[in-house]
Antibody, heavy 120, light 108 residues
Framework: QVHLVESGGGVVQPGTSLRLSCMAS????????MSWVRQVPGKGLEWVAV????????YYADSVKGRFTISRDNSKDTLYLEVNSVSADDTAVYFC?????????????WGQGTPVTVSS | EIVLTQSPVTLSSSPGDTVTLSCRAS??????LAWYQQKPGQPPRLVMY???QRATGIPARFTGSGSGTDLFLTINSLEPDDFGVYYC???????????FGQGTNLQI
C-alpha cells in the first residue's frame, strides 16, 4: 500500500529557512518521479517542484525558483524540499505527490500534507 | 504557459442528478488532462487521467470527455460521497510545468 508522510512544517519567521520531508513506503521509490504541491488554506492547488526518479533533473515553478530546492535520497525513500527566505506568501499546506508513471503527467498518490505558517 | 479555467465555480446538485464540470485550456492540450477530487482536510484524489481514463477505484459513473481546449468531467447518478472540490490539471511538455484549474466546488 502506497504511503507518503510529510513532516517538517510548522510556524516559522519571515526570512528563515526550513526543510520539509516526505517519507515513502509501499512502492519502489527510486523508480518514480516526485513533486511538491502546495495549497493556501481555502485556496487552490499550486505545483511547486518536480524531481526525476534518479534525482538528475529538477524543475520549479517560477514563483519559487531560486528559493526552493527539491532533492531526494533514494536510499532512505525520502523526498525533501528546502525552503529559503520564507515569506507570508509561502504559508500553505505542502503535499508531496507521486507521478503516476515514469515521466508521467499526473499524480496518483498524495501525502496528507504538512502545514507551513510564516509569521513573526 | 497554459492556463486552465474551470466552470462553474460552484455547483449545487442533488443525489441522483447528473452534473458536468468543464475545464477550458488557453491552448490545445489534446486529451492530456487529469481530474482530482478533494474533500476538506484531505489531499486530492486522482479521478480521471488522459482525459477519459478512470483512476483505480473510480466508479463508472464518472466519465471524462473532450479534447483540445475543452474537456469535461461528467458524474452520473450523483452520490453524497461525490461532493468536494474538483480540480483539473495538465502538465506542459517542456520544461515540465504542472498547472491546475482553480477548482469547481460540487455541493450535494
Amino acid at each position: 500500500q502506497v504511503h507518503l508522510v510529510e513532516s517538517g512544517g510548522g510556524v516559522v519567521q519571515p526570512g528563515t529557512s526550513l526543510r520539509l520531508s516526505c517519507m515513502a513506503s509501499g512502492f519502489d521509490f527510486k523508480t518514480y518521479g516526485m513533486s511538491w504541491v502546495r495549497q493556501v488554506p481555502g485556496k487552490g492547488l499550486e505545483w511547486v517542484a518536480v524531481i526525476w526518479f534518479d534525482g538528475n533533473q529538477k524543475y520549479y515553478a517560477d514563483s519559487v525558483k531560486g528559493r526552493f530546492t527539491i532533492s531526494r535520497d533514494n536510499s532512505k525513500d525520502t523526498l525533501y524540499l528546502e525552503v529559503n527566505s520564507v515569506s507570508a506568501d509561502d504559508t500553505a499546506v505542502y503535499f508531496c505527490a507521486r507521478e503516476k508513471e515514469a515521466g508521467g503527467n499526473y499524480f496518483d498518490f498524495w501525502g496528507q500534507g504538512t502545514p507551513v505558517t510564516v509569521s513573526s | 504557459e497554459i492556463v486552465l479555467t474551470q466552470s462553474p465555480v460552484t455547483l449545487s446538485s442533488s443525489p441522483g442528478d447528473t452534473v458536468t464540470l468543464s475545464c477550458r485550456a488557453s491552448q490545445s492540450i489534446s486529451h492530456y488532462l487529469a481530474w482530482y477530487q478533494q474533500k476538506p482536510g484531505q489531499p486530492p484524489r486522482l479521478v480521471m487521467y488522459d482525459g477519459s481514463q478512470r483512476a483505480t477505484g473510480i466508479p463508472a459513473r464518472f466519465t471524462g470527455s473532450g479534447s483540445g481546449t475543452d474537456l469535461f468531467l461528467t458524474i452520473n447518478s450523483l452520490e453524497p460521497d461525490d461532493f468536494g472540490v474538483y480540480y483539473c490539471q495538465h502538465r506542459g511538455s517542456w520544461p515540465p510545468r504542472y498547472t491546475f484549474g482553480q477548482g469547481t466546488n460540487l455541493q450535494i
